[in-house]
């Protein structure tokens, strides 16, 4: 069965940084582009960062020149870099996989940033 696994939330200081991963196991991960969500009680689940099968990455105005994303196609996992945080970024980030047809979405990662 395929699944997604976030890691690496918490709860950070304004300016601080965190990493969160992104594993993945069933798949040829390799072949997907992964993309990192957010979400806020309340509101939709908007697109942070992507990064294509060929390594093509984009992001989210509000996170540019903060946030990272990159892959390691031998370890199944995907990064996302987050520095210089804001109270604003605080949500719950999840992954998704994305191959032609296929979609698979991880449970989330919990992000906290205090002022």
């Known amino acids: 069965q395929v699944q997604l696994v976030e890691s690496g939330g918490g709860l950070v200081q304004a300016g601080g940084s965190l990493r969160l991963s992104c594993a993945a196991s069933?798949?040829?991960?390799?072949?997907?582009?992964i993309t990192w969500y957010r979400q806020v009680t309340g509101k939709q689940r908007d697109m942070v960062a992507t990064?294509?099968?060929?390594?093509?990455?984009d992001y989210a105005e509000s996170v540019k020149g903060r946030f990272t994303i990159s892959r390691d196609n031998a370890m199944n996992t995907v990064y996302l870099q987050m520095n210089s945080l804001k109270p604003e970024d605080t949500a719950t980030y999840y992954c998704?996989?994305?191959?032609?047809?296929?979609?698979?979405w991880g449970q989330g990662t919990q992000v906290a940033v205090s002022s």
């Open positions: 998704k996989a994305n191959r032609w047809i296929n979609s698979y």
């Open positions: 069933g798949i040829t991960f390799s072949g997907f582009s």
């Open positions: 990064i294509s099968s060929g390594g093509t990455t």
